[in-house]
Every structure is written in structure tokens, then in C-alpha cells.
């Protein structure tokens, strides 16, 4: 069974752009967490999705937004790059809430 | 707010000892609680998740425990090997599939 895979691997982008990073679960899952992780900060939760509708949402800025299509593939958007934002960005996929999270390999993403 | 603290920050040990990273947290109503390794610059690797209502999980060399009364888990680690070596993080499920992670123990095994 495929793990979790997310694209690109890598990005660099300048200040003041956007970005959509892509995360496609383990087949049968549907929910899908987003999960933001820098040294400073640690891993910090971003948002989940579920059957297409956002469930549960961190204290992140709106700049920050996401999408869930009806084949379980997530999208996640930031809009307005700051130098802040680089970071590795993790995808995680589960059946259901409450069951076991399985993380892809995370896109990093250089903001300049 | 939930937070999870890990102890130690660090570790090395010589291979073949056996070793117990810990885990706190603040809210003891989780769902479950979930420990991972990650590699440098890798993604998370799901080793053990215990429900609420378990007290502990094997896989192999390792075994977690689950106090949620005390609000403590710790993850055992038999006869570690220098492959073992990464950095452990545990998380405690809250609501939603939102996992709060700890800060994570980096582990060192020297051969």
C-alpha cells in the first residue's frame, strides 16, 4: 500500500508570492492534517479535512487556507509569503478521526 | 490548551542499552497518544499509538505506556542499536485528528 506522498519535495519562493503544496493520502483515508514544522516552533497544527470540510483549524493567520477534494487529495495554500513561513510543511492521513496518523515526507519550502 | 513536554531533550547511550524517553501532558483528555521518530530532514514515522482506554502497546524492542490519569506516557526502548538513532516525538490527540506535539528527545546510539 503507497504511503502518504506530498509535491514538490522542495521550494523556493520570494517574499510577497503564494504557494499550494499537495498531499495525497494513503488510499481509504479520509482525513488529512496539515502540520507546519520549524526549530523554533516545533511541529504545530495547521488544519484537518474531512470529507471535503474543514474540521478543526490552528492559530494560524488566514493567509493560510486549504481544500480537500472528493478523492481525499488536500491542497494547502499560503498566500503572501513571509520569511517566517519557511518551514517543513507535513502532510498526515488517517481513516477517521481518533485512528493512527500516517505522515508523508513533507515539503520544504524556502522563502527568500 | 494541551502542551507536551518531553524528557530528556538529549540523549546518548552505548549499543545495547535499554532506555525510557518520557512524555508529559497537561490535558488528560486525549483520545490517544502517538510516538513517532522523525530522521534529519525526513517526515514522521508512526511506532505506537495507545487509546485512551489502553495502557500500553508493544512492537517489537519497543513498548509504550499510557498513564492519562498522570498525564505521563513513556516509550521503552530494548537493546538499542545505532539504527534506533533519530529524534522521538510523542503527541497527544485532542480533537479532530489535532495532534500536540512534544518538543522530542534526540537519541544518539554509539556503536
Known amino acids: 500500500k503507497a504511503g502518504v506522498t506530498q509535491t514538490p519535495r522542495y521550494l523556493i519562493k520570494t517574499r510577497g508570492q503564494q504557494v499550494t503544496l499537495s498531499c495525497s493520502p494513503i488510499s481509504g483515508h479520509r482525513s488529512v492534517s496539515w502540520y507546519q514544522q520549524t526549530p523554533g516552533q516545533g511541529l504545530q497544527f495547521l488544519f484537518e479535512y474531512f470529507s471535503e470540510t474543514q474540521r478543526n483549524k490552528g492559530n494560524f493567520p488566514g493567509r493560510f487556507s486549504g481544500r480537500q477534494f472528493s478523492n481525499s487529495r488536500s491542497e494547502m495554500n499560503v498566500s503572501t509569503l513571509e520569511l517566517g513561513d519557511s518551514a517543513l510543511y507535513l502532510c498526515?492521513?488517517?481513516?477517521?478521526?481518533?485512528?493512527?496518523?500516517?505522515f508523508g515526507p513533507g515539503t520544504r519550502l524556502t522563502v527568500l | 490548551k494541551q502542551e507536551v513536554t518531553q524528557i530528556p531533550a538529549a540523549l546518548s547511550v552505548p549499543e545495547g542499552e535499554n532506555l525510557v524517553l518520557n512524555c508529559s501532558f497537561t490535558d488528560s483528555a486525549i483520545y490517544n497518544l502517538q510516538w513517532f521518530r522523525q530522521d534529519p530532514g525526513k517526515g514522521l514515522t508512526s511506532l505506537l499509538l495507545i487509546q485512551s482506554s489502553q495502557r500500553e502497546q508493544t512492537s517489537g524492542r519497543l513498548n509504550a505506556s499510557l498513564d492519562k490519569s498522570s498525564g505521563r506516557s513513556t516509550l521503552y526502548i530494548a537493546a538499542s542499536q545505532p539504527g534506533d538513532s533519530a529524534t522521538y516525538l510523542c503527541a497527544a490527540e485532542t480533537s479532530g485528528s489535532r495532534l500536540t506535539f512534544g518538543e522530542g528527545t534526540q537519541l544518539t546510539v554509539n556503536p
Open positions: 498526515a492521513s488517517s481513516l477517521q478521526t481518533n485512528n493512527e496518523q500516517f
